[in-house]
């Protein structure tokens, strides 16, 4: 009966297309939605997804890795004691102002890290080299943040906190998700640029056996009372938490995203439920004939899969084509294979589930009324 | 055996809320191989209701049916759809063609529900259609044929895989009376060539002359 199925279903092309707009509207605000959810807590976790460590210690109630508070950095040497470590960094993380070219400013996030370890570097170069930052105030800045802060050429000088810098490099994408600029410095620079001398944000380290990271950390928390100790999956999972729950601004994503959903469910079910009506006739003709439930259940769920497909095949095209033109404009759209496909059995199901109202329609239809003039 | 069809004491209640309406009354009727039987009667008089209960689509409140051999008044509803595939061919009396089909699309339908082969479907179609005079309007969909070729649709239809038994109800009543002549003309003759069991349900008059046999029904019951 899919014969049946298509037949009917291309011949209304008008009702087809109107169909396949919901649908298509539908899957571009849902991917969108889960695409940037997805795409902000990448960014909100990058620092910790590109450091190369198993453990961040952090001051006390530190509800993400944007809101670090100072610590005394004399609290490495007791971390260094513990001999499961195969090595123990620092990092710095502060804020300051950049003096642009126009006479404005602008609140930049600065990193400092270890040039000669290189643990916490920018991890994607498009110029110069994340070491060139080492013996004196030199900066990298992000190439992505051009447009905020004027054009960014390797060798100009800025003042950042009334102090100069000179430009030695560019990242290329790393953002952050307080969408404030990020500038990359050594850790000693970063230190001095903000009077925080013997102070650090985080103290990183690295595991010799990572059987024994569970361990290692409860280890480590036990000693380390003034602190928060978290494996690297604990922090993303903390981070992820704060944005996602705490600030309730994950659950305004998915919200959207899942009224995306059911707007799309809502005009493929009122669309397949009219063209349903306007055939009762017909179908109750084909169980005349002949015709048993399933066949009739093949009819109306393979119309509202083709449509689903042909809507999403369509929306999710729209999304990747424009997802370049958004990360432009400062929107991270971040989109895997996983997520599309995930998004796609979501899409089919809403539009199946949406015709079941017109399967128990048909499948309580009296074929009897096939008689009736 | 000669008889296709067998309506042994047939009844049916209608409930309407706390009212019972007796819609057919103890019927009991035979169909024959190449009869056509008439059944004809005023509006009201349960002959749809009887034609929908000999077609397998309505289960009767009493009484048995018996189609080529086998009573299927016990069958459960799930089962009902595979006699009538197998056992019935219908034509209605608005012709109940599929609008996004064309005619030879709307004779191939039940070919496919009985599972004939690709191969078979178009050549089955083309011919059917042929038989009945629309070998050049295949390729035309409902809305562009004129009642009486619609009405030839749903015959060819009827026809399709060779169903033992045709059942008919009121196929003039949508035609002028040429067409509507024409109709009953192959009803009669498919009957008798072919050996079908043919039940007409109308109230034109001339159908009479294109009947072997004639029933009438009021109130539910059989008129002698």
């Known amino acids: 009966m899919l014969w049946l199925a298509l037949k009917t279903l291309f011949h209304e092309k008008v009702r087809l297309f109107i169909t396949v707009i919901g649908i298509t509207v539908s899957t571009v605000l849902a991917i969108t939605q889960i695409g940037m959810y997805f795409g902000f807590m990448g960014d909100a976790t990058a620092i910790i997804r590109h450091t190369d460590a198993d453990i961040f210690i952090v001051s006390k109630n530190v509800p993400n890795v944007d809101f670090a ?22 990092i710095v993380l502060t804020w300051g102002f950049l003096k642009l070219a126009n006479g404005g400013q602008e609140q930049v996030q600065i990193i400092g890290f270890n040039p000669d370890t ?20 030199y900066m990298i800045l992000d190439k992505t943040s051009e447009s905020r802060l004027g054009g960014l050429v390797t060798g100009s000088v800025w003042e950042l906190n009334e102090k100069r810098f000179r430009l030695v490099g560019l990242s290329d994408g790393i953002k952050s998700f307080t969408t404030s600029p990020l500038v990359f410095m050594s850790y000693n620079s970063a230190q001095s640029l903000v009077g925080n001398e013997g102070q650090t944000s985080f103290i990183v ?15 480590l928390q036990a000693m380390m009372k003034e602190n928060d100790v978290y494996t690297r999956n604990g922090f993303i999972y903390k981070t992820v938490m704060y944005w996602t729950v705490q600030t309730g601004m994950g659950m305004a994503f998915f919200l959207t995203a899942l009224l995306g959903l059911m707007v799309g469910g809502a005009i493929v079910g009122q669309t397949i439920y009219a063209n349903t009506m306007e055939h009762l006739k017909e179908y109750g003709t084909l169980k005349a004939l ?46 895997s294979p996983l997520i599309l496909s995930v998004l796609f059995v979501m899409v089919l199901l809403t539009c199946l589930f949406s015709a079941y109202f017109s399967i128990r329609k048909v499948r309580r239809l009296d074929p009897v009324m096939v008689f009736r003039g | 055996m000669n008889d296709l069809l067998e309506v042994n004491d047939v009844g049916k209640i209608y409930k ?81 063609l599929f609008s996004s089909l064309t005619a030879a699309e709307n004779v191939e339908v039940v070919l496919r529900l009985k599972g004939f082969d690709r191969n078979r479907l178009k050549k ?39 169903p033992p038994i045709i059942l008919a109800d009121e196929p003039t009543a949508n035609l002028d009376s040429r067409n509507g002549t024409e ?31 004639v029933v009438f029904m009021e109130d539910g019951r059989l008129k002698d």
């Open chain 1, 69 to 90: 508070k100072p610590f005394p950095e004399e609290r490495a040497n007791r971390v260094k004691a513990f001999s499961d470590l195969l090595w123990v960094e620092k």
């Open chain 1, 118 to 137: 290189g643990i916490g570097k920018p991890w994607r170069m498009s110029a110069g080299m994340a070491y060139d930052v080492k013996g004196g105030r």
């Open chain 1, 205 to 219: 380290a690295k595991v010799k056996d990572k059987e024994r990271l569970k361990s290692i950390v409860r280890d």
């Open chain 1, 290 to 335: 002949g015709a048993d439930n399933m066949d009739i259940d093949i009819i109306i769920f393979s119309q509202t899969g083709i449509s689903a497909v042909i809507g999403y095949v369509t929306g999710g095209a729209i999304t990747l084509l424009s997802q370049n033109s958004l990360e432009k404009a400062g929107v991270t759209i971040y989109l």
């Open chain 2, 16 to 96: 309407e809320g706390a009212i019972e309406v007796l819609a057919v009354d103890s019927v009991s009727l035979s169909l024959k191989r190449g009869e056509v039987l008439l059944i004809m009667g005023p509006s009201g008089s349960g002959k749809t209701t009887l034609l929908s209960m000999m077609g397998c689509i309505l289960h009767p409140t009493s009484g048995s049916i018996v189609v080529n051999g086998s009573n299927v008044t016990g069958l459960k509803e799930e089962h009902l759809p595979a006699v009538r595939k197998k056992q019935f061919g219908f034509v209605f009396q608005t012709f109940n």
């Open chain 2, 124 to 162: 089955e179609s083309l011919s059917l259609l042929e038989q009945v005079g629309l070998g050049k309007r295949t390729g035309f969909y409902p809305k562009d044929l004129s009642g009486g070729e619609k009405q030839r649709v749903a015959f060819a239809r009827a026809l399709a895989g060779e």
């Open chain 2, 183 to 213: 109709i009953l003309r192959m009803l009669k003759e498919m009957a008798e060539l072919s050996g079908k069991a043919v039940a007409v349900v109308s109230h034109d008059p001339k159908a009479e002359a294109f009947a072997h046999r």
